[in-house]
Each structure stands twice: as structure tokens, then as C-alpha cells.
């Protein structure tokens, strides 16, 4: 990027949320900026400041409205005389001592080694090796020169550890920091569902190592899964430094692709994981009473890609955050902004008023007219005309001087008058011009309160349903007692019974299901059978109530079964009992036909040839 003050390369984010650098506050603070230059070797320009005597990268405090590059360039400028252009980037910001701000470090790399033009403020200057820095040294910029120090391991390794920030520029690659995954529970707005990835199938260390050099691609392919085309066409790095950050999987990735490294400070700022379950059964969709679904994932068994995006589900619901880019510099193109309308019209205005100050400096034609009937009166008296006629000349020159005069002068007050509305016009315009900008600035305020209201309420709301789903998936998940697995299965076995009397049998529990839950549901399934209680909503009861309504529906169900008023065709419904002695007597109602059926002799069918005629 150039540029206008001092043309450099930089690489950053926008200013956001969390991150943002407030250039007034920022001053009324006292926060700092600096640059460490780096050339080949590696070495570092310091320079030894003549106040305390320590070794550090020229910088200073930040003025006005400055930013903090901003900042670190005038100072540069103003303290060894040049700011070179390249390629910068932030690579630390640390607390000042005391409380006195923030200092942001730079760092860009250089060809080769320069000489500074030292200001006042420095006595000393040299290019030093990291292993032979000059004493004393800044604590602060010894460390900084420390953490960049080392290979592409060790700077990956420090900006997972948080000591050096994302993105991070090395030789030929740009290091972010990136998530792999969220857990929990989160949000599909393309397939309107709610997903559940368990903590303890992902946050493992198996699934870490797993991770290494995963494909970073820029967007899904259509296919969702990578194949050679795709791959050439979307590939913009590799994972290769994973790690488990609180709930989630982290990493440093390698990106390749400048382009790719713009946007990811800029528009796509998160991250999509495109993770295979192909074992059976490892998943499991639950339709809940409210309409809502929820997809239970199982344990991962393919991770296909890592894909950079504007919006990833594992946001859950709030601004984008898979990818860590949290300087705050610029990188892409500085766009010219364009003027509002207010101020066009302004400065139109100023054109017109600046015309005609200039016609009015060419007033002085009318004096260069005088100027002419002084020099005819000289030149009838020079000539020897008779006085008569030398008076009727001088008279009739003056009377058009004095017209010529009187004209002027009317032609000048005709002019002031005009230039005095031309004035009230351009003050009222002006007025009416502030007032229309100030009007549509409010307005464009409003508009901007209200977008953002309106976002922060849907984020709210998404990340409360968010958070209630994942309450409610974790007691689906959460493994069962040996109590309720006994409840379970006898309420299974008790409606099986019932359900058997009608031909019938009743679905197993749900995965995560309690066993009031499950007893609900299968006394739902009955509820028709009985008069007293089949409009009774199940759901509201407690469960004391509920024990009471279940004995009436299953009783009921029951002597429906004993009397059926009708059986399906081809079905027979067994009614067992005990007679005086104990003996259990099963009788059977329904249709004989599925009884008899097996042992009925096939139909003969007999044709008759009426044709037939004997010999």
C-alpha cells in the first residue's frame, strides 16, 4: 500500500471492535509508536537516547488524530531523518509503564543497513546482532528483538503463546492465527438447524495432531470436499502449528497467497471446518417439541480442508472471529473518500464569488477613460484652437467626463448592490447548505444506530438460543444413570404390553431422553384409548399429576383392548386372564381369517368347456 505521507508497504486490519485505536484518546493517553528496522544478518538499527541513556528503535508519542503508523513514521522522520519505504507490520504492543498508554512496534525489514541523521534527542546509532545488542538495552526492546528471533517454528509458537501479534510476516509467508473449530453448540442458517459438536470428541490431542497441515482454501468449494481442481484453484496455504485454546482448536497457518492475506484483515475474517462423519451411526438428528432440529456430530471421522470466509458458523451468532488479525494498520488501498453534497455545493459557490471579485478588479478601465479626456483637453490647447472653440471643447469634455462619471459611479453601486445579495445569497446558501449536510449526517447517524442496533439484538438473541440449545443438547449427551436406565426400559416394556393388545408396538427412548420425558410420550401414544383423559396436555403436568393421569390412560387402553369395536382386517388381539384355579385363559378377538388362514385347503377353480362335443 502507498502511502500519501510517507510511502510504505503495511499489512493490518481495519480498526474493530476490541482493537480499535482512538487517535484522541489515544494522545490523551500518551500511547506510542516506533519502528525496528531490520536488514540482513539480522541486524537491528538502535539508536541511544541521550535522556536515559538506553538503546531502542526510534518512536515517540502519538499527536492529534495521528494513528499509531502514522506516528512511528513522522517520528522516524523527525528523529534519523528518513522513514524508508516497504513492507511493515505490527509485531507487538505492550502496556507503558505506569499506566501511560500503549506502545505499538513495528517492525520492517530493510535491503541493507542505512546511516540515520540523529536529531537532538540521540547521541549514539548502530546496526546490531541479536546475540551482541549494546548495554544498556530498553527491557522492552531487548524482548521485542528476542520473540522475533528464530525460526518459523519459534515466531508460530510466540504468536500462539499471544507474545507476538497475528498476522506475522516470515521470508515468503504470512503466519496467522486462526480457529480450526468451535465445540457446543452453534447455528446453521443455510440448513436451519442447530449443531452440536461434543468438547471431548475434538479437544483431545489425537484431533490436534490430526490437524497438521490441514489445506487452507479460500471459500467452500461447491462440492464441499477438495478434489485436484479445486485444490489448485482454492488453496491459499497449510495449518502446521494446531493448538487447543479453551473450547476451541486453534492454529498457526501458513498463507501463501497475498491476496488472500489482504482480505483476511480486511472482509473474510473467520473460519469453516469441513469435517466427515462416515461411521455409522456417529451422528444423530433430534427433532425437538419445539420444531427446532439439532444435529448431534459424533466423533470426526475426515478433516478435508479449512476454509476462510466472511462469516463462519462457529461464531455463534456474534462478529466474525476465526481469524486473529488484530493490528491496526491498513493494508489494502487507501480509498479517496468521496465529498459529501453539501460541501460540493459549498465550494461551487466559492468558485462563483471568486469570478466576480475578479471582474471587479477590472474596474480600472474607467479611470484609464478619464485618464483619455485629460490628454484630449492638453491636446486642443496645444494645438492653437480659438478659445471659443477650445472652450466649447473643453465643456463638452467635461460634461462627458462628469457623465461618464455619474455612470460609473451608478454602474458602481449597481455592482455593490449586487455583490451585497450575491453575498446574502451565498451566506444563506451556505447556512442552508451546513444545515442540509448536518441533516443528512444525523440521518446517516440514525441509520448507522439503527443497523447496528438491529445487528446487536439478532446477535443477542442468536447467541441466547445458541446458549439455551447447548443447555438443553448437553443434558441429551450427558451419559445416564443406571436408575434411569432401568425407568427406561420399564416403561418401555410396560407400553409394549399395552401397545401389543392393539397389534402395536412403541419406539425406543431418545438418545438423551429422561424417563418422565419418555413415559410422556408413550402415554401420548395411548391417550386416544381413553375418554376421561384424552384432552388432557400432558406436557404441564408434574410429575405426581402425570403418575395418576398414566394410570387412567394405560387402565383405559386396556379395556379398549379387551373390547375392541374394531380390529384390523388380518389382525387378532390376545386378552389374557385368570380363571378360578390360577390358570392363565388367553382369548383372542379380532379377525378368524388370521388364525385359520395356514390351514385352509387352496381353492380348485373348474372350467367347463361348453364348446366340447362328443364323438
Known amino acids: 500500500m502507498e502511502s500519501a505521507a510517507h510511502g510504505h508497504s503495511t499489512l493490518g486490519i ?90 505499538t512496534c513495528y517492525l520492517q525489514d530493510v535491503p541493507e543497513p542505512f546511516e540515520p541523521d540523529l536529531n537532538e534527542e540521540h547521541d549514539n546509532w548502530g546496526w546490531f546482532a541479536p546475540d551482541a545488542l549494546p548495554s544498556p538495552m530498553h ?53 436451519d438447524e442447530y449443531v452440536y459438536r461434543p ?16 489445506p487452507l482454501v479460500f471459500e467452500h468449494p461447491d462440492k464441499n470436499i477438495l478434489n485436484t ?94 481469524v486473529n488479525a488484530n ?55 496645444g494645438e492653437g484652437y480659438d478659445k471659443e472653440a477650445a472652450e466649447k471643447i473643453a465643456g463638452k469634455v467635461a460634461q462627458e467626463k462628469k457623465a461618464e462619471r455619474k455612470d460609473s459611479e451608478k454602474e458602481a453601486e449597481r455592482d455593490g448592490e449586487k455583490e451585497e445579495r450575491e453575498e446574502r445569497d451565498a451566506d444563506r446558501d451556505l447556512k442552508k447548505a451546513e444545515k442540509d449536510g448536518e441533516e443528512e449526517r444525523r440521518a446517516e447517524e440514525r441509520k448507522d444506530e439503527e443497523r447496528a442496533d438491529a445487528q446487536s439484538r439478532e446477535n443477542r438473541e442468536l447467541r441466547a438460543q445458541i446458549a439455551a440449545m447447548d443447555r438443553r443438547i448437553q443434558s441429551f449427551t450427558a451419559p445416564q444413570s443406571a436408575s434411569d436406565r432401568d425407568a427406561l426400559s420399564l416403561a418401555q416394556s410396560r407400553a409394549d404390553n399395552v401397545a401389543y393388545m392393539f397389534g402395536d408396538s412403541v419406539s425406543p427412548p431418545l438418545h ?10 408413550l402415554a401420548a401414544k395411548l391417550q386416544k384409548h381413553s375418554v376421561s383423559a384424552k384432552d388432557i396436555k400432558l406436557d404441564s403436568l408434574d410429575a405426581h399429576a402425570f403418575g395418576v393421569i398414566e394410570e387412567r390412560i394405560y387402565a383405559d387402553a386396556q379395556l379398549a383392548a379387551r373390547n375392541p369395536a374394531k380390529v384390523p382386517t388380518g389382525k387378532l388381539i390376545a386378552h389374557t386372564r385368570a380363571d378360578a384355579a390360577g390358570r392363565q385363559i388367553t382369548e383372542f378377538s379380532g379377525d378368524p381369517m388370521a388364525c385359520w388362514a395356514p390351514f385352509m385347503a387352496p381353492g380348485v377353480g373348474i372350467r367347463i368347456n361348453r364348446n366340447h362335443k362328443g364323438a
Open 14 to 103: 481495519p480498526k474493530a471492535v476490541g482493537q480499535e485505536f482512538v487517535a484522541a484518546d489515544a494522545a490523551s493517553r500518551g500511547d506510542c509508536a516506533g519502528i525496528l528496522f531490520r536488514a540482513r544478518g539480522p541486524l537491528y538499527l538502535l539508536l541511544r537516547r541521550t535522556d536515559t541513556g538506553e538503546w531502542a528503535q526510534p518512536g515517540g508519542h502519538l499527536e492529534g488524530d495521528e494513528a499509531p503508523e502514522e506516528a512511528a513514521c513522522r517520528e522516524c522522520v523527525e528523529e534519523i531523518g528518513t522513514c524508508p519505504d516497504g513492507l511493515r507490520w505490527a509485531v507487538r504492543r505492550n502496556a507503558i509503564p505506569k499506566g501511560r498508554g500503549i506502545f
Open 327 to 381: 493490528g491496526e494498520t491498513a493494508m489494502a488501498d487507501e480509498i479517496e473518500e468521496k465529498a459529501p453534497a453539501w460541501a460540493d455545493a459549498i465550494m461551487k459557490r466559492c468558485d462563483e464569488l471568486h469570478a466576480r471579485l475578479d471582474a471587479m478588479d477590472n474596474k480600472g478601465e474607467v479611470e484609464d477613460r478619464e485618464d483619455s479626456f485629460d490628454g484630449l483637453e492638453k491636446k486642443v490647447e
Open 229 to 322: 481442481g479445486e485444490f489448485r484453484d482454492r488453496s491459499i496455504g497449510t495449518m502446521f502449528l494446531p493448538y487447543i485454546k479453551g473450547d476451541e482448536v486453534w492454529g498457526i497457518a501458513k498463507v501463501f497467497d497475498d491476496d488472500a492475506a489482504q482480505l483476511m484483515c480486511a472482509s473474510h475474517a473467520s473460519t469453516s471446518p469441513a469435517v466427515v462423519f462416515r461411521d455409522a451411526g456417529s451422528t444423530e438428528t433430534v427433532q425437538l417439541d419445539d420444531g427446532s432440529t439439532v444435529l448431534i456430530e459424533g466423533r470426526p471421522s475426515y478433516l478435508d480442508h479449512l476454509a476462510i470466509c466472511e462469516e463462519g458458523v462457529w461464531d455463534k451468532g456474534g462478529d466474525p472471529s476465526g
Open 512 to 521: 438423551g431422553e429422561s424417563p418422565i420425558a419418555y413415559r410422556k410420550r
Open 199 to 214: 468438547p471431548e470428541d475434538f479437544l483431545t490431542e489425537e484431533f490436534v495432531q490430526r490437524c497438521n497441515g490441514l
Open 139 to 191: 527491557r522492552k526492546v531487548a524482548e521485542t528483538i528476542e520473540r522475533i528471533t528464530g525460526n518459523e517454528l519459534d515466531i508460530a509458537s510466540r504468536m500462539a503463546k499471544s507474545e507476538l501479534l497475528s498476522p506475522q510476516h516470515y521470508e515468503n509467508v504470512w503466519l496467522f492465527d486462526i480457529r480450526i473449530t468451535g465445540t457446543g453448540t452453534s447455528y446453521r442458517s443455510s440448513l
